[in-house]
């Protein structure tokens, strides 16, 4: 059965640093998200991107963050300056086409430390 | 903006036995889907159940049903013959019909069951 894959599974990182996670969508899948669940939390939108561009994104999502589809697989989110704040469970998920089931990725731990 | 509210954060039960889990939600629109989610200790996302809202049929899948009250902008999960596997954080969400594609959750239940 077809997945959203992503890596790395858990990734420590000193405040400051940049990191990028890293999801790959379902093949045929056209829209993609990022969630975000700080621990113990409800889970929370950041962004949606569709056609090579973001479509929606949450004032969670400031400048400090950005995505990209570098090459037609990997979908990417970058944080360019991690605090302390931003430690959490980051999921990608897609879907096909409008209305149809998101499928979520098993999640990326982020811890800043 | 829509709001998802589950109010219950902790249930428990006896295995093989009926839960209902409750949600509440807020909206303007009238077409919407709402979805069950359960996120077990692994923390992955797998979806349970979906529902559109211009449907009146409430949605089942082999254990679990809904009880979908537009109306009442509630949409509650049962959870029949209780099984080990079952435990797990349970999370009502909200997409709208048109436009954004985003889901919007609820803070989620902590489902535990009892052998």
């Known amino acids: 059965e077809p997945e959203v894959t992503q890596t790395p599974s858990h990734q420590v990182t000193q405040m400051g640093q940049e990191v990028i996670l890293r999801c790959v969508p379902i093949?045929?899948?056209?829209?993609f998200y990022w969630y975000r669940q700080i621990l113990g939390q409800k889970v929370e939108f950041l962004v949606s991107?569709?056609?090579?561009?973001?479509?929606?994104k949450s004032e969670i999502f400031d400048d400090q963050f950005s995505v990209e589809r570098p090459d037609g697989s990997n979908f990417t989110l970058k944080i360019r300056s991690t605090k302390l704040e931003d430690s959490a469970m980051y999921f990608c998920?897609?879907?096909?086409?409008?209305?149809?089931?998101?499928?979520f990725g098993q999640g990326t731990r982020l811890t800043v430390v | 903006a829509q709001t998802v509210t589950q109010s219950q954060p902790e249930m428990s039960v006896q295995e093989a036995e009926t839960v209902t889990l409750s949600c509440t939600y807020d909206?303007?629109?009238?077409?919407?889907?709402l979805f069950w989610y359960k996120q077990p200790p692994s923390r992955q996302m797998i979806l349970v159940i979906r529902?559109?809202?211009?449907?009146?049929q409430n949605a089942t899948e082999n254990r679990f049903s809904v009880n979908f009250q537009k109306a009442a902008k509630s949409f509650s999960l049962k959870i029949s013959d209780s099984q080990l596997g079952d435990a797990a954080m349970y999370f009502c969400?909200?997409?709208?019909?048109?436009?954004?594609?985003?889901?919007?959750f609820g803070q989620g239940t902590r489902l535990t069951i009892n052998p």
């Open positions: 998920a897609s879907n096909a086409e409008v209305n149809t089931e998101a499928f």
């Open positions: 093949s045929n899948h056209l829209y």
């Open positions: 991107f569709y056609n090579n561009e973001i479509s929606e």
């Open positions: 909206t303007s629109e009238s077409d919407y889907y």
């Open positions: 529902q559109e809202a211009y449907k009146q």
């Open positions: 969400a909200y997409r709208s019909f048109q436009g954004a594609q985003k889901l919007v």
